[in-house]
T-cell receptor
Framework: NAGVTQTPKFRVLKTGQSMTLLCAQD?????MYWYRQDPGMGLRLIHY???????AKGEVPDGYNVSRLKKQNFLLGLESAAPSQTSVYFC???????????FGSGTRLTVV | KQEVTQIPAALSVPEGENLVLNCSFT??????LQWFRQDPGKGLTSLLL?????REQTSGRLNASLDKSSGRSTLYIAASQPGDSATYLC????????????FGKGTLLTVNP
């Protein structure tokens, strides 16, 4: 049972480039989340989804887009990367509400 | 807006010591509270989840308590070991929606041999 799997684990982008981070869960969880973690800022919610085909904005959604076409996958896209998006990105899932988190191992993204 | 505060931000103790980590939250209307562990460069691992109807939850040397009325939770670690060194985070549902978790910034624990 893999749990929550994030790909890639590391990535370096140039300013203005685009990329997609993939999160996959095999626990049949309804809810999925994307967080970013920055020193001194803690974990901040970017976007989340409460079911297949749904998405919603979190605390810091600007510059990111998401899609949940399949229940097991939650994609985070950066259309035009900026240095301010340098961070560690975590995906999480929860079976329902109230939420409890099962987290992936993270993606370390550097934008130069 | 739900806000979660963890004190202290960092703690260094000698091996074998019992210790307490603190978590406070501003909106006491929570369904549960969860404690996580994060090792350097790794993801978050769930340690304990306390339902709002519970006052304590135990797992091995870890004991978490919850006092909803005062907006506080504590994580007690008995007989600490160097392998306990990590960042400990607490999280509660809320922040305008019960679909998502709001996290504290964590306590960085170092247990010295």
């Amino acid at each position: 049972n893999a749990g929550v799997t994030q790909t890639p684990k590391f990535r370096v982008l140039k300013t203005g480039q685009s990329m997609t981070l993939l999160c996959a869960q095999d626990m049949n969880h309804e809810y999925m989340y994307w967080y970013r973690q920055d020193p001194g800022m803690g974990l901040r919610l970017i976007h989340y989804s409460v079911g297949e085909g749904t998405t919603a904005k979190g605390e810091v959604p600007d510059g990111y887009n998401v899609s949940r076409l399949k229940k097991q996958n939650f994609l985070l896209g950066l259309e035009s990367a900026a240095p301010s998006q340098t961070s560690v990105y975590f995906c999480a899932s929860s079976p329902g509400t109230p939420p409890r988190g099962t987290f992936g191992s993270g993606t370390r993204l550097t934008v130069v | 807006k739900q806000e979660v505060t963890q004190i202290p931000a960092a703690l260094s103790v000698p091996e074998g010591e019992n210790l307490v980590l603190n978590c406070s939250f501003t909106d006491s209307a929570i369904y549960n509270l969860q404690w996580f562990r994060q090792d350097p460069g790794k993801g978050l691992t769930s340690l304990l989840l306390i339902q709002s109807s519970q006052r304590e939850q135990t797992s091995g040397r870890l004991n978490a308590s919850l006092d909803k009325s005062s907006g506080r939770s504590t994580l007690y670690i008995a007989a600490s070991q160097p392998g306990d060194s990590a960042t400990y985070l607490c999280a509660v549902p809320g922040g305008g929606s019960n679909y998502k978790l709001t996290f504290g910034k964590g306590t960085l624990l170092t247990v010295n041999p």
